[in-house]
């Protein structure tokens, strides 16, 4: 049975994460022991840093001066080889002959400098569920790294993170069309550039159309499951070398997850929804069978399936029918006047619960959780009838 995310269980959860921030340090821990004492002057942005390496050393490695530095290519072997004592070993761990050291917000790996800490990379991060669970995760104290395809509110994403979280350096703002491969590979490689390791991965990129299956052109339908299916696969993809080199690494109940935005649509299909509830079928799908494989691997796979909810995700909807703007309209209405819509906040809530419990399933908002069961049991969808839904207001995606 799936995971029922209800506001009183999620507070109790959260409540046990209140000292998630702890043990976090901000770069002036990278001064000389000599210069680490209170009272001295917080790191200023331009200064030296640990054996005088400068800030060049926070860039990505395609724009790094040092010969030799090539970008993360997914797949490849994620070792070092920095110099005696580090050859064959895995990035972003401290063993003999590095200058890596416990706690410190930077460490060495491949002769250059990275932040240390949880890290967290979320697609679909500028708005809506993936702007609320980025800034969720960097109140934890999670470095954040968000993408999506609109880098001027990427960036103001960014910032809002990196004020959550009070450190300099924690957020990371990448340009991605999660539909092309080779801009996955770079934010891929950008992320691995700049943070020591990768422990949490939410595919949250997705876009929506409404309209009767007569309608709705099989363009549109191919353009919604690259975004919402095959968005998802080639992002899991791009970060599974680096989720099981943390698998490897922790060894425990700490192990990397993988997040799967779902929607309720992918427990329950819904008429004049066909194209888009296929997309979150088809990731279902890809999410269990994902699941078994890198069981071994300790990795953690877990979906999250919001039901209606409350964000501008209507801004990237596209309609089809008679009378689009009448429907935009309605249902814009409907959902914003539905006394179970969520907001983003609650979903973003449910996925980091999710990811701390290691959870598989987690449907958000106990009527939609209600109506899954019923379905599984029973077999009946009230979306694909005509008989009234029990519940006393109507619901938007059968009208």
Partial sequence: MPIVSH????????????????????????????????GLKPYTPGEALVNSRSLNDLRPMTQRREPGLKPYTPGEALVSNGGPGTANRPIGLSFPGSSSQTGLAMTKV????????????ITGGSQGIGRATALLFARKGYNVVVTARDLTKLQYVADDCEQACGRQGCSLAVACDVTKEEQVKSMASRAMAKYENIDV??????????????????????RVMRTNYLGAY??????????????????????????????????????????????????????????????????????????????????????????????????????????????????????????VGKQNDVIVGLPFAAAAAASQATGFNPFASNIPFSLPFPLPFGQ
Avoid: W
């Avoid at 949250?204 to 191919?222: H, K, T």
């Avoid at 070398?241 to 309720?264: C, H, T, W, Y």
């Fill in 234 to 355: 080639i992002v899991s993809q791009a970060f599974l070398p680096v989720l099981k080199v943390e698998g490897k690494r922790k060894q425990g109940a700490d192990k990397p997850s993988l997040i799967m935005i779902n929607a309720f649509n992918g427990k329950v299909s819904m008429k004049h929804m066909s194209a888009f509830s296929a997309t979150k079928y088809a990731l279902y799908g890809l999410t269990e069978a994902l699941r078994a494989e890198v069981a071994q691997d300790n990795i953690h796979v877990g979906q999250v399936y919001p039901g209606v909810v409350k964000s501008n995700h209507l801004e990237r909807t596209t309609f089809f029918g008679k009378d689009v703007a009448e429907d935009r309209r309605s249902f814009r209405q409907t959902v914003r006047a539905l006394p179970i819509s969520q907001m983003p906040a609650e979903v973003a809530d449910a996925v980091y619960a999710a990811t």
């Fill in 7 to 38: 506001p009183a269980q999620q507070a109790r959860r959260l409540q046990t994460r209140a000292s998630d921030n702890d043990g976090y340090r901000s770069l002036n821990d990278l001064r000389p022991m000599t210069q680490g004492q209170r």
């Fill in 110 to 121: 491949r002769n250059s400098y990275k932040a240390s800490g949880k890290t967290v990379v």
């Fill in 201 to 222: 991965v939410v595919n949250c990129a997705g876009i929506m159309c409404r309209g009767l299956f007569s309608d709705v052109p099989a363009s549109e339908a191919e």
